[in-house]
């Protein structure tokens, strides 16, 4: 089975920078796309960025020219480097991928989302 962790969650001051990072492991065929969803207290979770496999990458308005979303794909790692940080980034920043799983096969690769556990992100102004 496929597995998503992320890491890089902190506590930053207002005009600060962060990068997460989104591993996804295990018996991964191929990864369609890897995106970074966020999710503020009493708010709905909302798409950030998205990179898909032939790397088109798409950002939420709110984040666009301070946020970038790049990928390595040889380990199967996206990366959301973001800059000039402010309170209202602040919410728990969950990685979503979409990938082919051959947990059953290399003869019978599954479509699956998954998602990862969540990092924290706090921006103090």
């Known amino acids: 089975q496929v597995r998503v962790v992320e890491s890089g969650g902190d506590l930053v001051q207002a005009g600060g920078s962060l990068r997460l990072s989104c591993k996804a492991s295990g018996t991964i065929y191929s990864i369609d796309a890897m995106a970074w969803y966020r999710q503020a207290p009493g708010k709905e979770r909302e798409l950030v960025a998205r990179?898909?496999?032939?790397?088109?990458?798409n950002y939420a308005e709110s984040v666009k020219g301070r946020f970038t979303i790049f990928r390595d794909s040889a380990e199967n790692t996206a990366f959301l480097q973001m800059n000039n940080l402010g309170p209202e980034d602040t919410a728990v920043y969950y990685c979503k991928v979409d990938v082919l799983d051959a947990q059953y096969g290399l003869a019978d690769p599954r479509y699956a989302v998954l998602w990862g556990q969540g990092t924290v992100v706090t921006v103090s102004s």
């Open positions: 990179i898909l496999s032939q790397g088109q990458k």
